[in-house]
């Protein structure tokens, strides 16, 4: 199993972001699963970095989320009376 650098994996990582990961595998010679996997924990990583630690930072997540599903769930029942509106136009 080959072993990479940790600076090789980062600009690989670059690259795919820039050509996707296929073409970055392609071009770098590295299983594209490989890289694919190395994605994968990157974004598992900068997640949890995010991710709130104490419980009032929790809390107040929690509550951004509250009010961010409120807007949307307002959003759909705008979308909702609208569709309903234009589908009444159509039966005419």
Known sequence: MATYSKEFKEEA???SNEVGV?????QLGIPY???ADWRS????????ASMPKTAAEQAARIRELERKNRELEEANDILKDALG???KGRKK
């Open 41 to 48: 924990s990157r974004r598992h990583i900068e997640l949890e």
């Open 22 to 26: 296929k073409a970055a595998a392609a």
């Open 33 to 35: 699963y490989t890289l």
């Open 85 to 87: 509106f234009f589908a």
């Open 13 to 15: 990582l670059k690259l």
